[in-house]
């Protein structure tokens, strides 16, 4: 069964540090990538996707993402973290050939940012 | 409506109660999910409904939850009998037919004591 991993349950950063949180897929074939984020008592939103074409994907406040395809990974990154980007994130992929678009979730990475 | 929206925001109910919980999916969208959010356990599929095909009720865990979809339109997710592991978010959202990108709702925070 397909299952996603992200392996950082819990990051802290300082403000401006660099970030980048692992997500691994267990799937071998055609898949959907997303990134989803929750602030604190907002409803989840999504960050970025990946259907196919260039496998960078930038989204939105500066986040992107890399499909590396031989890794089964779709690791969210950005260069320099704010305060405001203190959110739980969770990885998601479907696999549009099974005929549904169910999502399958990780368990989340909670970020806090330090001031 | 402009969103996805979830009725009612918190319910606490006794155990052995059966709840339900609503769905207003967004107009148009013909896709909708329900996803069971617990500490530390992440964002758990329960069910799916894409326009008038049979519903994927593949994750829903055990024979206590229902679903159902009434007019391609509100969704009722029912909790029979609820015990206090039953406790959690249920997320629900939506997405066109064309493209998966699924909008999720607020959510009704259970209580189950």
């Known amino acids: 069964a397909q299952s996603v991993s992200q392996h950082n349950h819990h990051v802290i950063l300082s403000e401006a540090a660099s970030l980048e949180l692992g997500c691994n897929y267990s799937?071998?074939?055609?898949?959907?990538l997303f990134w989803y984020v929750q602030y604190p008592g907002q409803h989840l939103q999504l960050l970025l996707k990946y259907f196919s074409g260039d496998p960078l994907v930038k989204g939105i406040k500066g986040f992107e993402a890399e499909f590396i395809k031989s890794k089964f990974s779709f690791n969210l990154r950005k260069p320099s973290v704010q305060w405001s980007d203190t959110a739980e994130y969770f990885c998601?992929?479907?696999?549009?050939?099974?005929?549904?678009?169910?999502?399958?979730f990780g368990t989340g990475t909670r970020l806090k940012v330090l001031a | 409506g402009a969103g996805v929206s979830q009725s009612p925001s918190n319910k606490v109910t006794e155990k052995g109660k059966d709840v339900e919980l609503r769905c207003d999916p967004i107009?148009?969208?013909?896709?909708l999910y329900w996803y069971r959010q617990s500490l530390g356990q992440g964002l758990e599929f329960l069910i799916y409904?894409?326009?008038?095909?049979?519903?994927?009720k593949s994750g829903l865990p055990s024979d206590r939850f229902s679903a159902e979809r009434t007019g391609g339109s509100v969704s009722t997710l029912t909790i029979q009998r609820t015990q206090q592991e039953d406790s959690a978010v249920y997320l629900c959202?939506?997405?066109?037919?064309?493209?998966?990108?699924?909008?999720f709702g607020q959510g009704t925070r259970l209580t189950v004591v």
């Open positions: 409904f894409q326009g008038n095909s049979a519903p994927d």
């Open positions: 799937y071998g074939g055609t898949v959907n």
């Open positions: 998601a992929v479907n696999e549009p050939d099974s005929g549904t678009y169910k999502y399958i």
């Open positions: 107009s148009g969208h013909t896709a």
């Open positions: 959202a939506s997405s066109s037919g064309q493209g998966p990108e699924a909008f």
